[in-house]
Nanobody, 115 residues
Framework: QVQLVESGGGLVQAGGSLMLSCAASGTIFRVNAMGWYRQAPGNQRELVAT???????NYADSVKGRFTISRDNAKNTVYLQMNGLKPEDTAVYYCAASFISGDYWGQGTQVTVSS
């Protein structure tokens, strides 16, 4: 069984920064792609950023230049550094990871950006 546990969400003023972390635990042989998604009230879940095991990244246009995804393969952990936060970044942020056994999601962490 695999678990993804996120941390680092919270309330921040516009222009501020937050860093999210997500650690995978359990029976893990190899973590492939890891990433972050978000869902705001009334909206569908959307991709924020992903990173392959080899380090290739993909970002949503809305966060390019402000957010940075990174990972520590030895710790099975993925991070999301969020700078220049805007009120429209307010959402529940979910960690996702792809394993040989399938894809898993974290429970989500709330990020609220006040104007």
């Amino acid at each position: 069984q695999v678990q993804l546990v996120e941390s680092g969400g919270g309330l921040v003023q516009a222009g501020g920064s937050l860093m999210l972390s997500c650690a995978a635990s359990g029976t893990i042989f190899r973590v492939n792609a890891m990433g972050w998604y978000r869902q705001a009230p009334g909206n569908q879940r959307e991709l924020v950023a992903t990173m392959t095991r080899g380090g290739s990244t993909n970002y949503a246009d809305s966060v390019k230049g402000r957010f940075t995804i990174s990972r520590d393969n030895a710790k099975n952990t993925v991070y999301l550094q969020m700078n220049g936060l805007k009120p429209e970044d307010t959402a529940v942020y979910y960690c996702a990871a792809s394993f040989i056994s399938g894809d898993y999601w974290g429970q989500g962490t709330q990020v609220t950006v006040s104007s």
